[in-house]
């Protein structure tokens, strides 16, 4: 080694990156507050009239719930610091991409005090902010506790009529790497799963993906948000509690072959699922990795427990009324 520590001028965002908020636009505050508080077991933060914010960390809040006629959803990502950021703002100004900058009352509802706001993919609203005001007090939450830190709050995963073009935009954009890839047969329809990681957790974006006839079965803007409990014992009370409060489990306890997560699905107020897992393995060495593709979403169950004829169809007429509107793609 040389006495002198000659390091390259990194010009990469990879380890900078990871998702801090999201924040849902719903009608439905009162089975938010239920689902999220009663069910997945995070914390009603205080927030104001017509708002519901959760914690599930030091962050004054992770999940912003905000009462509005239309569902929608935008997801907020903490970046390392001012260079880290301006690297990511040069590289959409290069793109065309317009920049919003917001401070004052919106910020702060968000837990921050400056955001940086632009249409992503698929018309998902993306906001990037540096600090998160932090609680000293701990949350009340109804779990050991939520695996966050360098991990950032879980993982979303998003369906795509334009795959390479969605993936292309988070590699470009956040120098994300590819983790893997599944490939599996849901519903009579061929999937592929392309998982992008940002940070230490295995993966922070999923793209899902029609392979052949490009479709897309949710009307969502994500298809799920992940978050990660310490302790089996979590999930497992996790899922007794939503079974007892009568929310929807659209997928019961399974383990995926990448991860290895042990996980199930639940459906939100919101339309797209929730997943809560544990035991994701996220240290494996991605420079010297091989891709892995894994045949199959899972190693054992994830069966539909709660799915009902009506939610096949409305996928189905999802995945139809897809391939008649276009997808934004920000380039
Ligand atoms: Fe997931």
Wanted: proline share 5%; aromatic share 8%.
């Amino acid at each position: 080694m040389n006495a002198i520590d000659v390091r390259p001028t990194t010009t990469s965002v990879y380890g900078a990156v990871q998702l801090g908020y999201a924040l849902v636009d719903s009608p439905r505050l009162s089975e938010w507050r239920r689902f999220a508080a009663e069910g997945i077991g995070m914390a009603l933060a205080d927030s104001e009239p017509g708002t519901l914010a959760f914690r599930s960390d030091d962050h004054a809040l992770r999940l912003v719930v905000r009462k509005r006629p239309q569902e929608d959803v935008a997801l907020g990502w903490q970046i390392a610091g001012p260079n880290e950021l301006n690297m990511i703002l040069s590289r959409l100004a290069a793109r065309g991409v317009k920049v919003e900058e917001i401070g004052g009352d919106e910020a702060s509802s968000r837990g921050v005090e400056r955001i940086w706001r632009f249409i992503g993919p698929k018309s998902l609203a993306l906001e990037l902010f540096i600090e998160p005001k932090i609680v000293a007090d701990p949350p009340k939450v109804l779990v050991s506790g939520f695996v966050t830190g360098a991990r950032g709050m879980g993982h979303v995963a998003i369906t795509t009529r334009k795959p390479d073009a969605m993936i292309a935009f988070w590699r470009e954009i956040f120098d994300a790497k590819i983790s893997d890839y599944i490939l599996d047969r849901i519903g009579g329809v061929n999937l592929k799963f392309t998982f992008l990681r940002v940070n230490p957790r295995h993966h922070s974006i999923a793209v899902a993906a029609t392979r052949g006839l490009a479709m897309d079965p949710f009307a969502t803007k994500i298809q799920h948000l992940e978050m990660q409990v310490p302790t089996l014992d979590d999930v497992s009370e996790a899922y007794r509690r939503c079974r007892a409060l009568g929310i929807r489990i659209m997928m019961a306890v399974g383990q995926h072959p990448n991860d290895r997560d042990v996980s199930f699905y639940c459906m939100s107020p919101s339309g797209f699922y929730f997943e809560l897992g544990w035991g994701s393995k996220d240290d494996h060495d991605i420079e010297t990795s091989p891709q892995t593709t894994y045949e199959g979403v899972s190693l054992w169950g994830h069966k539909p427990q709660d799915q009902t004829l009506g939610d096949k169809l409305g996928q189905m007429r999802s995945a139809v009324a897809s391939l008649f509107r276009q997808e934004y793609s920000p380039f």
